[in-house]
């Protein structure tokens, strides 16, 4: 817990930036801050908790309290008792592997996950993760070379709610979509044509948008036992949008059609409060090694001396 | 591959092997070779420099995605090592074998490469990602770093010298083992980074992970054992060389006995 001194050095006629965050006030306010969001965080249902954790004013007041947290260690260990340069790097680091270590210990214990596997035009609600929001997937972009190797790969998505309305996503591989405290990963995709089976009469026996897996597997197959059909579905190319469809009617009655292609993703939530404490203590061990360090470098600077 | 591409990996693999024939006669005959071994060496790592840009032109990316382009860019990072040691530790002796095992080194990590696809690929959406380039360009610096200190370790062990010029060695291992130590950290935050935004896991304790932090720790135990204790020189010596142990089955070892999410990088295209 951070000690806040407000004593200005005798040597020093302005306080300079890390007196004023390190100060008793600063201290004093950031700590009830935080008492509020802990009492929030007691308050309110645990699958809201995670929205709170992972909102932008619970990471700036975290923020904020390793900036007072590292200006006061500063100040006492460094500025007021001559600490050399090592040493404090050598507890930054260390520190700092402490706040890795909660990091993970968030994740193991409150990291959670679904997915949601939507059609382009499709809309579903986001789930338990991303409560009150409904989902549209609006389109899959892929972008290919010649030789069909997928070289960009985009779903754009609608959400509606009732507390912010209606927003548009991008959520591309590398770059998750970040919606209300959890983040959203684009996870694999496909080809979905709408199958139409229509029987002699001219009735529509069956339609719908079905999703086959031509990335991973080579064909796929959808079967009808009630109809007597079997659908294969064989990739032609590298693109799996080069396929040919072949039908095995049992009873020869039925025409099978495929009036609509459309695309098919699976999308991943997930929310993870260990991954602010994981990253905070990352930079840390990597700051607080750079400092051990550096003296070590500097060091190697120094000329050496001649004999005489 | 292109022609030109093979003519100078070639031509990089034959200077190599030169310079390390002719540091071998310098052992063994204990007389300087008419031929400096060092101006081959530099030849060599032209060549190989030459190999990368065109690999780099071929491919439009830069060469970490297949096992081939991984161990062309380690192998010349790791040279290019070897001449700043070569460059930092000149009044420590020692160099004409720190030089033939980093050659040696190389020649292998060139041979291994060589013998895998080497085919040009692009680059799929999932690496295409700032951090996976820190991770693997720091990746390199380590284990090029941690190979360098293994040369002054297996000097430490085998040459019988004065206790002065055992210190010196030991010196140059502990701050090439450091050098590597930091590479090696912000390979793993990268790395770690990189998995976060492109499967929602920054940590997934898979096989390779695994052992890079195991090799991470041991190194960091080293790195205590030699600040903090007075242990013999001869047991740090052996030390660095279980690490480098541990490297190479995270390198290669591991992508060979079982499933991980490394092993799609080299074998992506196939």
């Known amino acids: ?308 | 591959m292109t022609k030109i591409e093979i003519v100078f990996f070639w031509s990089a693999v034959a200077a190599y092997a030169l310079a390390w024939i002719v540091s071998l006669s310098r052992a063994v005959f204990q007389k300087p070779a008419a031929v400096n071994p060092q101006g081959i060496v530099y030849a060599g790592v032209f060549f190989q420099t030459a190999t990368v840009v065109i690999r780099v032109w071929e491919s439009g990316h830069l060469p970490y995605l297949l096992a081939y382009e991984n161990t062309l860019s380690l192998s010349l990072i790791l040279m290019v090592s070897y001449l700043a040691a070569g460059h930092y530790s000149k009044k420590v002796g020692g160099d004409g074998f720190v030089r033939m095992f980093v050659l040696a080194a190389v020649l292998c990590l060139m041979g291994y490469g060589i013998l895998q696809d080497t085919g040009v690929e692009p680059l799929t959406p999932p690496y295409r990602s700032g951090w996976l380039y820190l991770h693997v360009f720091f990746a390199w610096f380590s284990h090029a770093a941690y190979i360098v200190a293994t040369g002054f370790a297996v000097l430490i062990l085998v040459r019988r010298v004065d206790g002065e010029r055992k210190a010196a060695w030991d010196k140059k291992a502990y701050q090439w083992i450091l050098f590597g130590f930091v590479c090696h950290s912000f390979m793993l935050a990268a790395g770690s980074i990189w998995a976060h935004y492109l499967w929602g896991s920054w940590w997934s304790w898979d096989p390779i992970e695994t052992w890079s932090l195991f090799t991470w720790l041991f190194y960091g135990f080293y790195l205590h054992l030699r600040k903090q204790f007075a242990v013999k020189k001869e047991i740090l010596a052996a030390l660095a060389v279980i690490g480098l142990i541990g490297i190479l089955i995270t390198f290669w070892g591991i992508q060979l006995w079982v499933e991980s999410v490394h092993n799609m990088v080299y074998e992506s295209g196939k």
């Open chain 1, 1 to 308: 817990m951070p000690i806040s001194h407000s004593i200005l050095s005798p040597n020093e006629k302005h306080p300079t930036w890390i007196d004023v965050v390190s100060s008793k006030t600063a201290t004093m306010v950031l700590f009830g801050v935080l008492a509020v969001f802990i009492f929030l965080i007691l308050l309110v249902p645990e699958n809201k908790a995670g929205g709170i954790l992972n909102g932008r004013f619970f990471t700036a007041a975290v923020a904020f309290f390793f900036i007072n947290l590292g200006a006061v260690l500063y100040r006492r260990f460094y500025r007021e008792t001559n600490l050399s340069r090592v040493m404090v790097g050598s507890m930054v680091m260390h520190a700092s592997m402490s706040i890795l270590l909660v990091g993970a210990i968030l994740s193991a214990a409150l990291r959670a996950e679904s997915g949601i596997l939507l059609t382009e035009g499709q809309t579903a609600p986001a789930g338990d993760l991303m409560p009150n929001r409904n989902l549209t997937l609006e389109k899959m972009d892929v972008v290919r070379n010649r030789r069909g190797d997928v070289l960009d790969l985009s779903a754009r998505l609608f959400v509606r709610s009732v507390e912010k309305g209606e927003q548009r996503l991008e959520c591309k591989v590398n770059h998750p979509a970040r919606l209300s405290g959890a983040w959203l990963y684009l996870k694999r995709y496909g080809m979905s044509p709408c199958i139409q089976i229509v029987d002699v009469a001219g009735k529509v026996v069956f339609r719908s948008f079905v999703n086959f897996d031509l990335i991973v597997n080579k064909a796929d197959f959808l079967e009808l036992p009630e109809l007597g059909i079997i659908l294969k579905v064989q990739r032609m190319s590298k693109d799996d949008s080069n396929f040919r469809l072949s039908v095995k009617d049992e009873t020869g009655k039925y025409k099978v059609s495929a009036p609509e292609i459309r695309r098919w993703a699976e999308f991943k939530v997930i929310r993870d409060p260990g991954f602010g404490f994981a990253a905070a203590g990352c930079a840390g061990v990597l700051g607080g090694m750079m400092l051990r360090v550096m003296p070590v470098l500097k060091r190697k600077r120094e000329p050496s001396v001649v004999a005489p």
